[in-house]
């Protein structure tokens, strides 16, 4: 190279046009840039040598100027079909030659960028650029038009994001909302984050991290400001499938012409009965009632009637499924996620007040002491007389109506039942009970509820009529999901004769209670106090209840059992691993809904009570909050006693996060 050579080389991979100044050392030059400055050039760092003029590093400037209007890439695919079909190579300078029909610096030069630049129609090997095969051009271009759409749709989804964010009305395609879903995967999966979000994130200038995606979503509006993470991480479903909505509207149409043939044909008739159904108000779903038959000789025979569901469904069919696949309906604060259908949960399978609903009636007649004396168990017809609230049966047991000595005399043999139970060792546990509600998606309201004598009522009859479904199916060998607990080790009753009575007593006791079971062996369930136990009272809400129903009501017709052991053990293994799954959405969304309320009350001051230790030596106890029936984990930095009462604010609170931390309140 001599001195006022044009030369292009690479500057931190970037591309730069100098003139060659002087040697340096053996094998380097140096070659001045359009701005003056020098580099040291090796020769085998050279990409393309422009020859045929002579140089000054001031003159680069208008070189380029030249050459910029003949870098036209279309002038290329033309060189390119005229080269394919002999497959001919070509340098710059031949295709300078070609499509400008001169061999200047400046065609020259605009030839070597056209073939360095281009990625579709040349391939460079050595010092030539040999013509791409069609096929293989034909696939170059079919992948740029992919990645340019691919282009442009992120720039659209980038607009409207933008739109979304500024309170704009957005449609959302397939593929956008696709997108979006990684952002739903980051937040419901933190610990492993799909690379898509963190990119829609660093995109906006946004932390990448699972509260920023989730700050996201709900500025987006695709998630309310409360949504439930809980619900969305498990694998309960929140709608149905339009298969099992088909079937249950076939169902209420064949019902309204009188087209359904219900399966227990001969129902014992006990529409004469007076049958109270006793629920809370907000109660929906009626799938129990009592009633009292008077016998000879002073006794009565209880009656517990249970909605009938079974009549509508068949084992394996949709609406079983479903109801399997969902274990149990799901009862938050915002509201409850059936496990039917409400058009079939709250119409024909429930007792409705003045209707005439089929049943499953248990008729129960208990000895003097509370025992179970005798019992039967029908397909019945029965018509609901009174739609009551708990509160409503209060009144009625503490003013002694007249009229009402059905109601009275059952509250009597409830008191029986519960005195038999204790008896027969029965641990009997009352600790207070929140009942948080949500209104208008922010109004949080908490009840505490109170074991009135109405509940207790219900609460044994319950219990009665699942002792009596225990017995029956274990004299007649019929595998149902038998509830079990086993007997617990209690504190010794001078060691629990020191703690406060009250809800610190049976926190301790609750403490020791072993969970219950579920099986196909009847064994002792050792809190309620019976020998045999199975639930059967809410077979609408539970589907441990309507697998048992399934079996009775199949003995009952003389047919054979729609589900034999080995699938019924299946069944319940399943179900009861799903109702666990609900169990703790319930619990977390009631936990979330409830420092939600602590936000809206900020600055009040609570009523705590020292419940019991969780680690003494680090003062960590667990407290409740008497007027809501809350308990939290409390740290102590002075000495306590358990029953000890406090007065307790609210420190910091973050529902996102799970955390709530209280401290004593000082008065002045």
């Given at each position: 190279?001599?001195?006022?050579t ?17 040697p340096?050392?053996?094998?380097d030059w ?27 590093y ?16 279309s002038?290329?695919e ?26 200047t ?11 360095s ?16 095969p ?9 992948q740029i ?7 442009l ?13 500024s ?5 959302w ?35 990448k991290?699972?509260e ?11 998630w309310s ?36 043939i219900?399966?227990?044909s001969?129902?014992l ?46 084992p394996?069919?949709?609406?079983d ?13 915002t ?14 399978m ?15 007649v ?10 039967e ?6 018509k ?18 007249q ?16 005195q038999?139970?204790?008896n ?50 274990q004299?007649?060998n ?18 629990l ?58 003995h009952?017709?003389g ?65 409740l ?21 406090l007065q ?8 996102q996060?799970?955390e ?7 008065f002045?």
């Amino acid at each position: 190279m001599e001195k006022g050579t044009l030369v292009e080389f690479k500057v931190n991979g970037d591309r730069r046009l100098g003139v060659i100044e002087k040697p340096e050392g053996k094998k380097d030059w140096i070659a001045i840039d359009e701005n003056g400055n020098s580099h040291k050039v090796r020769p085998q760092k050279v990409d393309f040598l422009v020859e045929g003029e002579s140089f000054k590093y001031t003159d680069i400037p208008r070189f380029v100027k030249e050459v910029t209007p003949h870098l036209d890439a279309s002038s290329l695919e033309i060189a390119w079909e005229l080269l394919i079909e002999e497959a001919t190579p070509v340098t710059p300078a031949e295709l300078a030659t070609l499509i400008f029909e001169e061999e200047t610096p400046v065609f020259c030069y605009a030839a070597h960028l056209l073939l360095s630049d281009d990625k579709i129609y040349f391939k460079k090997k050595g010092d030539i650029y040999e013509p791409r095969p069609q096929t293989q051009v034909e696939e170059i271009k079919h992948q740029i038009e992919i990645e340019a759409q691919k282009k442009l749709e992120k720039e659209i989804f980038a607009q409207k994001i933008q739109q979304a964010l500024s309170g704009e009305k957005v449609d959302w395609q397939d593929s956008e909302l696709t997108r979006l879903n990684f952002l739903e995967k980051y937040v419901l999966q933190p610990e492993n984050p799909p690379k898509q979000a963190l990119d829609i994130l660093e995109s906006l200038g946004k932390q990448k991290t699972p509260e920023s995606a989730l700050q996201l979503l709900i500025d987006l509006q695709l998630w309310s400001k409360h949504e439930n993470i809980f619900l969305r991480r498990s694998s309960y479903p929140n709608d149905f499938p339009q298969q099992v909505y088909e079937v249950a509207h076939s169902i209420l149409d064949r019902i309204s012409t009188n087209e359904f043939i219900d399966k227990d044909s001969q129902r014992l008739d006990l529409t004469h009965h007076k049958i109270y159904t006793i629920d809370d108000e907000s109660t929906t779903e009626i799938d129990d009632g009592i009633s009292l038959e008077f016998l000879d000789n002073g006794l009565a025979r209880l009656w517990i009637h249970i909605a009938d569901p079974t009549r509508l469904i068949n084992p394996d069919d949709p609406l079983d499924l479903e109801a399997r696949r969902r274990s149990t309906s799901l009862y938050l604060p915002t509201g409850m996620v059936p496990m039917f259908p409400s058009e079939l949960a709250t119409g024909p399978m429930s007792l409705v007040q003045g209707q005439i609903c089929p049943a499953l009636s248990f008729g129960v007649v208990l000895d003097e002491e509370g025992a179970v004396k005798d019992y039967e168990i029908h397909s019945t017809l029965v018509k609901p007389t009174y739609r009551l609230t708990y509160h409503d049966v209060d009144e009625m047991l503490t003013l002694n109506i007249q009229g009402e000595e059905e109601i009275i005399r059952i509250a009597q043999e409830a008191k029986k039942r519960e005195q038999w139970r204790k008896n027969n060792g029965s641990v009997m546990i009352s600790m207070p009970e929140a009942i948080i509600k949500v209104k208008n998606e922010e109004e949080v309201s908490i009840e505490l509820l109170e074991m009135s004598r109405s509940r207790l009522v219900v609460a044994e009859m319950m219990i009665l009529a699942g002792e009596v479904a225990g017995k029956y199916c274990q004299e007649h060998n019929i595998p149902v999901p038998f509830r079990g607990q086993p007997q617990p080790e209690l504190p010794p009753e001078e060691e629990l004769i020191l703690l406060p009575p009250g809800p610190v007593r049976s926190c301790a006791l609750r403490r020791c209670m072993p969970k219950s079971e579920t099986g196909l062996t009847p064994s002792r369930h050792a809190s309620l106090g019976l020998e045999t136990y199975t639930q059967v009272t809410s077979p609408i809400r539970r589907y441990t209840d309507l697998l048992s129903h399934f079996q009775i009501k199949a003995h009952l017709r003389g047919e054979e059992l729609p589900f034999e052991r080995d699938q019924m053990q299946q069944i319940i293994y399943e179900v009861v691993s799903t109702s666990s799954e609900a169990s703790f959405v319930e619990r977390q969304t009631n936990r979330y809904w409830s420092l939600q309320y602590f936000l809206q009350h900020s600055g009040e001051v609570w009523h705590g009570l020292v419940l019991r230790w969780l680690r003494e030596d680090d003062g960590l106890a667990l407290i409740l909050l008497e007027e809501l029936g809350l308990e939290f984990a409390h740290r102590f930095d002075r000495n306590v006693k358990l029953g000890e009462q406090l007065q307790l604010e609210v420190s910091f609170c973050d529902p996102q996060r799970d955390e709530i931390r209280f401290r004593e309140a000082v008065f002045n």
